[in-house]
């Protein structure tokens, strides 16, 4: 189901110990990486600190954009389940200042609740 995710741009859980390199420069002493997820070549990666969004340009990927979204900037979230029918699951997070929610997508195997949590437990608790 993976590849399939992977085509329909579903978001797959990436294991934190092949991207721990890639993001260790850009991470502040005491933040670690909680979750990451991948959607074909773009993630999105959860730490204790923040939320981090990796943007993968180009035809080679080689060209990559990280935005950061501090926890404290994000003042709603929300999830809409998978369906019967509808096959993948939305997530949606909306940051201070911009008027339209980050929408990402996530197969009815995967766990959205996870995000759910990970998500409320920063901004909540």
């Known amino acids: 189901m993976g590849l399939f995710n992977a085509i329909m741009g579903n978001a797959s859980e990436v294991n934190i110990e092949k991207i721990t390199g890639e993001f260790q420069p850009m991470l502040i002493p005491g933040e670690k ?9 773009d993630m999105f990666v959860f730490t204790n600190k923040r939320l981090i ?4 340009q180009g035809i080679t990927g080689s060209k990559v954009d990280y935005q950061s979204i501090p926890y404290g900037s994000i003042t709603k979230f929300s999830k809409e389940s998978a369906g019967l029918l509808d096959l993948d699951a939305e997530l949606k997070i909306w940051v201070r200042g911009e008027s ?4 990402k997508q996530f197969g009815k195997d995967n766990n959205i609740n996870e ?3 990970i998500l409320s437990q920063h901004i909540l608790g």
């Open 53 to 56: 969004l990796v943007d993968k």
């Open 115 to 117: 995000v759910y949590v």
């Open 100 to 103: 339209l929610p980050i929408k």
């Open 33 to 41: 990486i909680e979750k990451a997820y991948k959607l074909i070549r």
